[in-house]
C-alpha cells in the first residue's frame, strides 16, 4: 500500500533499543511537527472546507500522540528536551516545487505530507514487530493503524484537487527522491534517522 522504494534494516531496532529515551523524544517532537504541518497546510488552502475539516482531525490527532508519546516519557523518568531537526523531512523538503502555482504548491506539501506518513507508518510497523518491550510494541501497532490513515487523508485530497496536473507523476518522482535519501538512514535512535 505505501509504495516504498527501500524498507528499513530490521537492525534499525536494535538501535532504537540502545537508547529508548532518544526515540521516545524524537518521536514526541515528530509528533508535535505533524500537527502543525496539518495546521500549516489549513491555513495556505482554507477555501477547501472538507480539506479543513479532516486535517483539523488530524492535527488533533497528531496532538492526542504528541501526549501519549510524552505520558510516556514521563512514565520512564525521561524528560521531552528540546526541539529536535529532523534531517530526513529537511531533506525531503528540498524535492517540493518552489516556482509553481499555488495549486501546485499545495499537492506537493499534500504529497510530502503523505510520503512522511508513510514512512512513518513503516517505522511504527516495524518496531511493533521487533521491540522488545510489550508496551511499546502495542502503542507503535496502534500508532501504524494511524499514520497508515493520514497517508491515505494526504494522498487522497493531493488527488482530488490536483486537477490539471499530473499527481501519479508526481507520486513516483517524490517516491524515488525518497527511495534515494533513506539510503543513508536507519543508523540512528531516530524515528526517521
Same mark, same amino acid.
Given at each position: 500500500m505505501l509504495h516504498l522504494k527501500l524498507e528499513t534494516d530490521p537492525r534499525w531496532v536494535t538501535i532504537v533499543e540502545s537508547n529508548i529515551e532518544e526515540i521516545l523524544v524524537d518521536h514526541a517532537w515528530c509528533e508535535q511537527k505533524a500537527a502543525t504541518n496539518a495546521i500549516t497546510?489549513?491555513?495556505?488552502? %482554507?477555501?477547501?472546507?472538507?480539506? #479543513?475539516t479532516s486535517l483539523l482531525e488530524l492535527a488533533k490527532e497528531e496532538l492526542d500522540h504528541f501526549q501519549m508519546v510524552h505520558e510516556? +516519557?514521563?512514565?520512564r523518568g525521561y524528560t521531552l528536551g528540546p526541539k529536535r531537526k529532523d534531517h530526513y523531512v529537511n531533506q525531503l523538503f528540498k524535492f517540493m516545487n518552489r516556482g509553481g502555482n499555488r495549486l501546485q504548491s499545495m499537492v506537493d506539501r499534500l504529497?510530502? %505530507?503523505a510520503m512522511i506518513e508513510a514512512r512513518s507508518c513503516e517505522r511504527f510497523k516495524l518496531l511493533s514487530q521487533r521491540i522488545s518491550d510489550p508496551e511499546l510494541s502495542k502503542f507503535y501497532y496502534d500508532l501504524m493503524v494511524s499514520e497508515a490513515g493520514h497517508y491515505v487523508t494526504f494522498i487522497t485530497f493531493a488527488r482530488k484537487y490536483g486537477n490539471g496536473i499530473d #499527481?501519479?507523476?508526481r507520486w513516483k518522482e517524490l517516491v524515488a527522491?525518497?527511495?534515494? +535519501?533513506?539510503k543513508s538512514y536507519g543508523k540512528s535512535e531516530t524515528i526517521h534517522g
Amino acid at each position: 500500500m505505501l509504495h516504498l522504494k527501500l524498507e528499513t534494516d530490521p537492525r534499525w531496532v536494535t538501535i532504537v533499543e540502545s537508547n529508548i529515551e532518544e526515540i521516545l523524544v524524537d518521536h514526541a517532537w515528530c509528533e508535535q511537527k505533524a500537527a502543525t504541518n496539518a495546521i500549516t497546510i489549513i491555513t495556505h488552502n %482554507s477555501e477547501y472546507e472538507d480539506l #479543513v475539516t479532516s486535517l483539523l482531525e488530524l492535527a488533533k490527532e497528531e496532538l492526542d500522540h504528541f501526549q501519549m508519546v510524552h505520558e510516556i +516519557i514521563k512514565q520512564r523518568g525521561y524528560t521531552l528536551g528540546p526541539k529536535r531537526k529532523d534531517h530526513y523531512v529537511n531533506q525531503l523538503f528540498k524535492f517540493m516545487n518552489r516556482g509553481g502555482n499555488r495549486l501546485q504548491s499545495m499537492v506537493d506539501r499534500l504529497l510530502f %505530507s503523505a510520503m512522511i506518513e508513510a514512512r512513518s507508518c513503516e517505522r511504527f510497523k516495524l518496531l511493533s514487530q521487533r521491540i522488545s518491550d510489550p508496551e511499546l510494541s502495542k502503542f507503535y501497532y496502534d500508532l501504524m493503524v494511524s499514520e497508515a490513515g493520514h497517508y491515505v487523508t494526504f494522498i487522497t485530497f493531493a488527488r482530488k484537487y490536483g486537477n490539471g496536473i499530473d #499527481v501519479e507523476k508526481r507520486w513516483k518522482e517524490l517516491v524515488a527522491f525518497e527511495g534515494e +535519501i533513506i539510503k543513508s538512514y536507519g543508523k540512528s535512535e531516530t524515528i526517521h534517522g
